[in-house]
Structure formats: C-alpha cells, structure tokens
Nanobody, 122 residues
Framework: QVQLVESGGGLVQAGGSLRLSCAAS????????MRWYRQAPGKQRELVAT???????NYADSVKGRFTISRDNAKNMVYLQMNSLKPEDTAVYLC????????????????WGQGTQVTVSS
C-alpha cells in the first residue's frame, strides 16, 4: 500500500506562480516514473509532466517553458513549479507514481493522489 498526498494548490492570478508537491509513503522499495496529470471539468485527464527515476523529464506542449517537474528521491517527493499561469491551467492536479514494493520489487504498481485544485483567475 502506497499513499500519494498532494499539496500547494490554490487560487492565483493570471501570470502568477504556484508550486505543487506530492509525497509518496508506505511500502516502497523504489519509485520509478512520477507524473503530474490535470483534469478540468468536462475535460479528459491530461498528462502534464513526467520525471523518470534518473531525472529525465517530459512536458505537454501546453506547459513547456512555463512548468518544471522535479523530484527528491531521498524523500520520495515530486514537485511541479508552475509559472506564468493562465486561466486555462485551472484544473485538479493529480500526482501519479509507478512503485515497486518491498517483497515484490520486480513488479510495477501505479498509484494516484487525490488531487489538489489549482484555480487561475483572469
């Protein structure tokens, strides 16, 4: 069992910044990919950014140059620095991780956080 807990969401004006955090805890042998998704009302869930265990990153075109994903492997945490925010960034942001468990380290399991609301006002 692994828990992912997001924090850092809130209300910000267009052009502002927020930093999201996600902490993974529980029966963790190792954490592989960590990702941020977002979902706006009536919209499909969108992959925002991915960071691999060795620090390689990928971003959705809509956030390139504005968002930065990073991780702290010692703390099992992932972050999303969001700059130059736009109203269209408004969504629930969800943390996702692929985890190997102690006692079953050869198997991959995926976990989701509950999400944190980001609202960008114009």
């Amino acid at each position: 069992q692994v828990q992912l807990v997001e924090s850092g969401g809130g209300l910000v004006q267009a052009g502002g910044s927020l930093r999201l955090s996600c902490a993974a805890s529980g029966n963790i042998f190792s954490v592989n990919d960590m990702r941020w998704y977002r979902q706006a009302p009536g919209k499909q869930r969108e992959l925002v950014a991915t960071v691999s265990s060795d620090g390689r990153t990928n971003y959705a075109d809509s956030v390139k140059g504005r968002f930065t994903i990073s991780r702290d492997n010692a703390k099992n945490m992932v972050y999303l620095q969001m700059n130059s925010l736009k109203p269209e960034d408004t969504a629930v942001y969800l943390c996702y991780a692929i985890v190997n468990h102690v006692g079953a380290s050869q198997l991959d399991y995926q976990y989701w956080g509950q999400g944190t609301q980001v609202t960008v006002s114009s």
